[in-house]
């Protein structure tokens, strides 16, 4: 079986626009994807700035195999994510990464010039920038 992955962009943005009885009935859903759904076949990934339980609840987070903080984030943050706080920030490029019960450091290489390939104000059927 091939896994389908649900991806979720700026999940709060979502949660923070609905009322209490939709972002509760929005949280039974995800925990329910998140819960079940790993043996389905189902991948749910969800992206945020802030994983705090006013827009994801606690037993839905923890339920999530793989969580990932990118750059330095705060202790609260990472009491939020991780249970934990005795966990280092790291710099920019790398994130702290917890699959399971193991940690890890995720690096992602940095790349030059890519500011200005999104600044660019060429012709976009162009290919310089």
Do not use: W
Not at 2 to 15: K, R
Not at 86 to 114: A, Q
């Amino acid at each position: 079986m091939n896994p389908v992955f649900l991806i979720v962009d700026e999940y709060q943005v979502i949660a923070g626009a609905l009322d209490k009885k939709q972002r509760t009935a929005l949280s039974e859903e995800i925990g329910t994807i998140v819960r079940l759904g790993r043996a389905a076949g189902y991948i749910l990934v969800i992206t945020m700035q802030t994983a705090h339980s006013d827009y994801i609840p606690t037993a839905v987070r923890d339920n999530f195999e793989f969580k990932l903080v990118m750059g330095t984030a705060s202790k609260t943050a990472y009491q939020m994510i991780f249970d934990d706080t005795d966990i280092k920030g790291l710099t920019v490029g790398k994130g702290r990464l917890k699959l399971g019960n193991d940690y890890h450091v995720l690096s992602i290489p940095l790349c030059d010039g890519i500011e200005s390939a999104y600044l660019s104000t060429a012709d976009p059927g162009s290919t310089t920038v």
